[in-house]
């Protein structure tokens, strides 16, 4: 998008009196499903009638309720750690706000590598007045997302030192760069990002390789220059594997082959394969292109499908194949799962196109009884979908080299929530249904470039925004979160869904047919419904022994520990205040016998930023977190604060604390005193 265009967005009234980073928040919330695949709730209204529908819906609300809906909240002092009968022991933190992070006592939470921290031994100094494209590309990058750990090379476990692999889902450039956003609007002047400043955020997206270890005092670091270190960005030589390699729709005029994609960007969640590969979830990427499609463009309707251009940023004024105008087929080459070896520093990442392009938060794995593999993804925007991914081959455990391309055969799968707490997966298989060339769909490629508007020809269930979509491997259930959803109205609500103006999220358990994860049908629980439970407007619903300070809105990202336990963390954007109150957290939930659905928070971060890359070592003795744009989201609405956040001023400079020194996106390591396993 031009400086011109991207102004024309700025100046909408909608956008009025949001910073960039706040666009990128409302961004996730654009409502890109404009078809008319109808909501469980259109056809039970039309086959039951309005009335027969609600009843209907309560009923099922009712059986898959675990408490009492509404219950009121149980007294904080009853969280004093060992609760009858949890399996979390802890003591919980209060819901709050300020500039620092908490956890609960007896727990550290250390600091373990931020923005800017060099990697290799010849990495430059992190100087924020002085940033350069070429600096950040040997630094940790900006907006610490997934957290990923793998073995070092021989080791068998993560207990003493691991490859940390990390996502830096995008830049926040009102806080990065002096004097580039309006203090009295908080916007960025697009005219004032100049061409250095975008390559700083060029650089700064992508992942980092990185090796952590613990120390004789329990402590974990980084290993600057450390044998596995490396940075991938948005420049780094990809390749393109899978139905979708070489396609004409893929090809550009720096790759007319369709097959080399230079880099990944907006890598918001992931997940480690068995086999101890990374993939990493290209999420918003049609925030960073700009430009006008030519009139009658074959990608026209794909393009709007995917909210494409987003014009968040300015790179099309620099960089060509961001201008649609010139280039429109580089948005098909994002949108895809990359899959990364972090044992070979020189590998080649690869986009396995067999696994769909959407906006996909994550990719969890999990091997199925008969040894196919199975990644869950959810499409993190109002009223999409989730998916997920079976392979054709099995994981083999002994070769790890025959696994390498296990991702680029399988079905991908959309999921349909029925109202009677069943489910099923329907597959984007070219030629199955209603996936023809009378579509639009000529190939298995046309499916899974536009997967969404596959999953709307099929009919699938339109989400309250998925996020993580996570696998439990001790007990075969998988958790789906989904964040909020303020725009589904009451004749949108159903049974997978059941809130309008759902502004605190949910959480879904799904049982797969006999506990295979190939299966093509499931079973659903609401497992909660977030919000304040003592507000019987919000109908959040949780188990009882859940306090004042352990319900949540928002869920996002999710870790399951070495014991099978599920923890939650919460990203509630700019509507903090309204959604909950209290800055973003961590929480653990009970999933299990009498307190299923209880929760209690943990850990929270400072003002401005939400949870990310929460993932356990293989002991279960350190949780990795992400802490995400501190000192942006919801600024204004942080009463010590109460402005937009700029360069120069800011409502936290967590976690160094120096005037001199922005905040600081931060990978944070938990673990407790007396060295025991996390949550007891
Ligand atoms: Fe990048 Fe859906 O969170
Ligand atoms: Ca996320
Ligand atoms: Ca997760
Ligand atoms: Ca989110």
Same mark, same amino acid.
């Given at each position: 998008?031009?400086?011109?265009?991207?102004?024309?967005?700025?100046?909408?009234?909608?956008?009025?009196?949001?910073?960039?980073?706040?666009?990128?928040?409302?961004?996730?919330?654009?409502?890109?499903?404009?078809?008319?695949?109808?909501?469980?709730?259109?056809?039970?209204?039309?086959?039951?009638? $309005?009335?027969?529908?609600?009843?209907?819906?309560?009923?099922?609300?009712?059986?898959?309720?675990?408490?009492?809906?509404?219950?009121?909240?149980?007294?904080?002092?009853?969280?004093?750690?060992?609760?009858?009968?949890?399996?979390?022991?802890?003591?919980?933190?209060?819901?709050?706000?300020?500039?620092?992070?908490?956890?609960?006592?007896?727990? *550290?939470?250390?600091?373990?590598? $931020?923005?800017? *921290?060099?990697?290799?031994?010849?990495?430059?100094?992190?100087?924020?007045?002085?940033?350069?494209? @070429?600096?950040?590309? #040997?630094?940790?990058?900006?907006?610490?997302?997934?957290?990923?750990?793998?073995?070092?090379? =021989?080791? !068998?476990?993560?207990?003493?030192?691991?490859?940390?692999?990390?996502?830096?889902?995008?830049?926040?450039?009102?806080?990065?760069?002096?004097?580039?956003?309006?203090?009295?609007?908080?916007?960025?002047?697009?005219?004032?990002?100049?061409?250095?400043?975008?390559?700083?955020?060029?650089?700064?997206? %992508?992942?980092?390789?990185?090796?952590?270890?613990?120390?004789?005092? +329990?402590?974990?670091?980084?290993?600057? =220059? +450390?044998?596995?270190?490396?940075?991938?960005?948005?420049?780094?030589?990809?390749?393109?594997?899978?139905?979708?390699?070489?396609?004409? #729709?893929?090809?550009?005029?720096?790759?007319?082959?369709?097959?080399?994609?230079?880099? !990944?960007?907006?890598?918001?969640?992931?997940?480690?394969?068995?086999?101890?590969?990374?993939?990493?979830?290209?999420?918003?990427?049609?925030?960073?292109?700009?430009?006008?499609?030519?009139?009658?463009? $074959?990608?026209?309707?794909?393009?709007?499908?995917?909210?494409?251009?987003?014009?968040?940023?300015?790179?099309?004024?620099?960089?060509?194949?961001?201008?649609?105008?010139?280039?429109?087929?580089?948005?098909?080459?994002?949108?895809?799962?990359?899959?990364?070896?972090?044992?070979?520093?020189?590998?080649?990442?690869?986009?396995?196109?067999?696994?769909?392009?959407?906006?996909?938060?994550?990719?969890?794995?999990?091997?199925?009884?008969?040894?196919?593999?199975?990644?869950?993804?959810?499409?993190?925007?109002?009223?999409?979908?989730?998916?997920?991914?079976?392979?054709?081959?099995?994981?083999?455990?002994?070769?790890?080299?025959?696994?390498?391309?296990?991702?680029? &055969?399988?079905?991908?799968?959309?999921?349909?929530?029925?109202?009677?707490?069943?489910?099923?997966?329907?597959?984007?298989?070219?030629?199955?249904?209603?996936?023809?060339?009378?579509?639009?769909?000529?190939?298995?490629?046309?499916?899974?470039?536009?997967?969404?508007?596959?999953? *709307?020809?099929?009919?699938?269930?339109?989400?309250?925004?998925?996020?993580?979509?996570?696998?439990?491997?001790?007990?075969?259930?998988?958790?789906?979160?989904?964040?909020?959803?303020?725009?589904?109205?009451?004749?949108?609500?159903?049974?997978?869904?059941?809130?309008?103006?759902?502004? /605190?999220?949910?959480?879904? &358990?799904?049982?797969?047919?006999?506990?295979?994860?190939?299966?093509?049908?499931?079973? /659903?629980?609401?497992?909660?419904?977030?919000?304040?439970?003592?507000?019987?407007?919000?109908?959040?619903?949780?188990?009882?022994?859940?306090?004042?300070?352990?319900?949540?809105?928002?869920?996002?990202?999710?870790?399951?520990?070495?014991?099978?336990?599920?923890?939650?963390? !919460?990203?509630?954007?700019?509507?903090? #205040?309204?959604?909950?109150?209290?800055?973003?957290?961590?929480? @653990?939930?009970?999933?299990?016998?009498?307190?299923?659905?209880?929760? #209690?928070?943990?850990?929270?971060?400072?003002?401005?930023?939400?949870?990310?890359?929460?993932?356990? !070592?293989?002991? %279960?003795?350190?949780?990795?977190?992400?802490?995400?744009?501190?000192?942006?989201?919801?600024?204004? *609405?942080?009463?010590?604060? %109460?402005?937009?956040?700029?360069?120069?001023?800011?409502?936290?400079? /967590?976690?160094?604390?120096?005037?001199?020194?922005?905040?600081?996106?931060?990978?944070?390591?938990?673990?407790? $005193?007396?060295?025991?396993?996390?949550?007891?």
């Amino acid at each position: 998008m031009s400086q011109k265009d991207y102004a024309t967005l700025a100046a909408l009234p909608e956008n009025a009196g949001l910073t960039l980073g706040e666009l990128y928040e409302r961004s996730e919330d654009i409502p890109s499903n404009p078809t008319a695949n109808p909501t469980m709730g259109d056809i039970l209204n039309a086959r039951l009638g $309005r009335r027969a529908a609600l009843r209907g819906m309560l009923a099922t609300a009712a059986a898959a309720a675990v408490v009492p809906p509404f219950a009121a909240p149980a007294r904080a002092q009853s969280v004093a750690a060992g609760l009858p009968g949890a399996r979390f022991v802890f003591d919980e933190i209060a819901h709050g706000v300020d500039e620092r992070h908490h956890v609960s006592p007896g727990y *550290d939470a250390d600091i373990v590598i $931020r923005w800017g *921290d060099p990697l290799f031994a010849d990495s430059p100094a992190f100087d924020p007045e002085r940033q350069t494209g @070429a600096a950040q590309a #040997r630094q940790f990058g900006y907006n610490c997302d997934y957290v990923g750990l793998a073995p070092m090379p =021989g080791a !068998t476990d993560t207990a003493r030192a691991a490859l940390m692999c990390v996502n830096h889902e995008y830049t926040s450039p009102e806080i990065m760069f002096r004097g580039v956003s309006n203090p009295a609007t908080g916007r960025v002047d697009a005219t004032k990002m100049t061409k250095d400043m975008v390559d700083v955020e060029m650089a700064a997206h %992508g992942t980092t390789i990185v090796e952590i270890v613990k120390g004789a005092n +329990g402590k974990w670091t980084y290993v600057r =220059g +450390g044998r596995h270190n490396r940075r991938i960005d948005i420049n780094t030589p990809m390749r393109v594997s899978g139905p979708a390699a070489g396609h004409d #729709r893929l090809k550009t005029s720096a790759d007319p082959t369709g097959r080399a994609v230079s880099g !990944t960007i907006n890598n918001c969640a992931g997940g480690m394969t068995p086999w101890g590969t990374y993939l990493t979830a290209e999420e918003n990427f049609h925030g960073y292109f700009g430009g006008r499609l030519a009139e009658g463009s $074959r990608e026209t309707v794909n393009h709007r499908r995917y909210g494409v251009p987003g014009g968040w940023y300015n790179w099309a004024s620099y960089y060509d194949r961001f201008d649609l105008a010139k280039e429109p087929n580089e948005p098909n080459r994002h949108g895809w799962i990359v899959e990364i070896d972090p044992y070979d520093p020189n590998s080649t990442p690869i986009k396995r196109t067999a696994m769909g392009r959407f906006k996909h938060e994550g990719a969890e794995t999990i091997v199925a009884r008969d040894g196919r593999v199975v990644a869950y993804s959810g499409d993190d925007e109002r009223f999409e979908y989730a998916f997920k991914f079976v392979t054709a081959g099995r994981y083999n455990a002994q070769d790890r080299r025959a696994n390498m391309n296990l991702l680029d &055969e399988g079905t991908l799968y959309v999921a349909k929530f029925n109202a009677d707490g069943s489910g099923e997966w329907l597959p984007l298989v070219h030629g199955q249904g209603p996936l023809t060339a009378a579509n639009g769909f000529a190939s298995q490629a046309d499916v899974l470039i536009e997967a969404r508007r596959a999953g *709307d020809v099929l009919g699938a269930t339109k989400m309250d925004r998925p996020e993580d979509f996570e696998p439990n491997k001790r007990t075969g259930k998988v958790y789906l979160a989904l964040t909020n959803n303020n725009q589904r109205t009451a004749a949108q609500v159903e049974a997978s869904n059941p809130r309008a103006e759902n502004n /605190w999220g949910h959480l879904i &358990e799904v049982t797969e047919t006999g506990d295979d994860h190939t299966a093509t049908t499931f079973r /659903w629980e609401m497992l909660v419904r977030c919000g304040n439970p003592a507000n019987p407007a919000q109908q959040a619903l949780y188990n009882p022994a859940t306090t004042a300070n352990g319900w949540f809105a928002c869920p996002d990202n999710m870790a399951i520990d070495p014991q099978g336990r599920l923890w939650v963390g !919460t990203d509630q954007g700019t509507a903090w #205040r309204a959604a909950s109150g209290t800055a973003d957290g961590i929480y @653990a939930l009970e999933t299990e016998g009498a307190l299923r659905g209880t929760s #209690r928070m943990f850990f929270r971060v400072p003002v401005g930023a939400e949870i990310c890359g929460m993932n356990f !070592t293989s002991d %279960g003795r350190a949780m990795t977190v992400a802490v995400q744009h501190p000192a942006t989201d919801g600024a204004r *609405d942080y009463a010590p604060f %109460g402005r937009h956040p700029t360069f120069d001023d800011m409502p936290t400079r /967590w976690p160094d604390f120096q005037a001199n020194m922005p905040a600081r996106p931060s990978v944070v390591i938990i673990t407790k $005193r007396d060295g025991g396993v996390i949550g007891g």
